[in-house]
């Protein structure tokens, strides 16, 4: 019977069909954030069993830091990770935004403004950035609540002319997208987030270098979100959402004259928190497709490059597909390389539309429904058309992941349990074979190995963990299929 199922699956997907609520998966994919809050949460808060946490964040630097995210399932506030997830979430506004239904779209904006908010505090002062609150190595050898947090809240800071081209980089970008999405509905915070944009783009690139150079921030950084790929990605990032995001020619000029030097023609075959050459190559692609800049031309042939290694039948095809057909790439939370290289897919193929062009792949003409089948296939993938039957999203369907690697989630909550569950007593819990009892709504985990098998165990973070960049591009794909289920 299993076996007929799957196959009736893979029928739907070959024919662009699908029997997913998108509507309800975009929903819940959004509310996940609320899951991930920290500081002080508001009467509205939807993921009931919650608290407030991190109230005292940046005191030990006499500044507030309270707000943000939590990037996964520890009580650490990591800037990198958290300023691509806001630009993620924000693109997926300006990009999909008309996609999605009016009280969806308020709760994105609300979960990027969650993230803003405090990102605006993390630059606030001239000349030095906040990249981090919270010890990791303290925080990671504990499994306790953030109610309960009392392990080191150290605050990372990077003051000039030590360089943060990654993290200041990326929060320009982050600012820049958001101030496009606010535009219409609060356009003084879009003036704020630009003008600030504008201001932290100038650090990042007046100081070029990775952050975690410092020897001050590397310990707090490494090996969890150290820049492993190099700044200059971040560079062309932020100057593009910049050049997007005002119009302004300098940032046109700053594209033109840099993408050599920065490394805008590498080839690569990824895009998230760490690598961003893909992104920068098809956003300022938009540029030479509609708009006819074609001193931007090598993006846009980077751009088409990148597709291409999507392409199976390509001659240039570089992405591994596991047995079931899910993007794979090794090193843990593959995931993130699905939702976010979908994302990537659905935005350049509307761009190729738009502009009634098609990439040539050698021997294989790509066009764009082409490429959205690609990202149909990831996206109903995650959503429970694979070979395990499951959805990877918690909360949605029947069958999801039950033990998720998240403290918040598998700790009795503060409503249940008021008492603090101190750092070493929250190890029964970890240890349990028992379900989660908070249910994370929205969350999707990290994922199946190559051979597509999950087993759903809390101790193996690398495939049980969610994170906030995993979500954040999926929002836009969601909205976007919610709005064209059948792909021709």
């Known amino acids: 019977m299993k076996l007929h199922f799957l196959v009736i699956l893979s029928e ?8 997913h609520d998108y509507g309800d998966a975009l929903s819940k994919s959004i509310l996940f954030f ?58 997926s506004v300006v990009e999909f935004g008309e996609y999605m239904p009016p009280a969806e779209q308020r709760n994105a904006l609300v979960a990027i403004r969650w993230s803003t908010d405090y990102l605006l505090k993390t630059v606030s002062q001239p000349n030095r950035i906040f990249v981090q609150v919270g010890d990791p190595i303290s925080d990671h050898n504990c499994w306790e609540r953030p109610e309960d947090m009392d392990t080191a809240r150290t605050v990372y800071t990077v003051e000039a002319p030590n360089t943060a081209s990654d993290v200041a980089g990326e929060t320009a970008a982050a600012l820049a997208a958001a101030s496009m999405a606010f535009r219409a509905s609060d356009p003084g915070y879009a003036k704020t987030l630009l003008r600030t944009s504008t201001r932290v783009f100038q650090y990042a690139d007046s100081y070029r270098g990775a952050y975690s150079d410092n020897s001050n921030i590397r310990n707090g950084v490494c090996p969890f979100y150290c820049d492993f790929d190099g700044y200059q990605d971040e560079l062309l990032w932020g100057a593009a959402w910049l050049r997007r995001a005002s119009n302004d020619d300098s940032y046109l000029d700053y594209l ?54 999507l392409i199976p039948d390509s001659s240039s095809s570089h992405i591994e597909y596991t047995p079931g057909g899910l993007i794979y790439k090794p090193g843990g939370s593959n995931l993130q390389h699905a939702t976010s290289i979908s994302f990537l897919l659905l935005v350049y193929a509307n761009y190729l539309e738009r502009s009634s062009r098609s990439v040539n792949c050698g021997d294989v003409s790509v066009g764009p429904s082409r490429l959205r089948q690609i990202a149909l296939r990831q996206a109903n993938y995650i959503l429970g058309e694979n070979p395990k039957g ?49 249910v994370l709504v929205g969350a999707i985990v990290g994922g199946p190995g190559e051979d ?21 591009p999926f929002v836009g794909v969601l909205a976007y299929f919610l709005a064209n289920p059948n792909i021709s």
């Open 12 to 19: 739907l997907a070959f024919l662009g069909v699908s029997y």
């Open 34 to 91: 609320e899951g991930q809050r920290s500081g002080y949460l508001p009467a509205d808060q939807r993921m009931e069993w919650r608290g407030h946490s991190g109230l005292g964040d940046g005191w030990t630097a006499s500044t507030d830091l309270t707000g943000g995210y939590y990037d996964a399932g520890d009580n650490v506030k990591f800037n990198f990770p958290m300023a691509f997830t806001t630009t993620m979430l924000a693109w």
């Open 256 to 309: 033109q004259n840099n993408g050599k030097t920065l490394g805008a023609e590498d080839s690569t075959n990824e895009f998230g928190w760490d690598n961003k050459h893909a992104g920068v190559n098809i956003l300022v692609s938009k540029e030479v497709l509609e708009k006819s800049m074609y001193s931007l031309e090598s993006y846009r042939a980077s751009a088409d490059s990148f597709m291409c290694t």
């Open 390 to 438: 499951m959805s990877y999203m918690v909360g949605y369907s029947n069958a999801y992941p039950q033990r998720i690697h998240h403290r918040g989630s598998s700790l009795p909550s503060v409503k249940d349990h008021p008492q603090v569950i101190a750092c070493k007593e929250g190890s029964i819990y970890f240890n349990s074979s028992n379900p989660n009892p908070n």
């Open 452 to 472: 597509d098998e999950y087993g759903d165990d809390r101790g193996d973070f690398r495939k049980s963990e969610p994170t906030t960049y995993i979500n954040a």
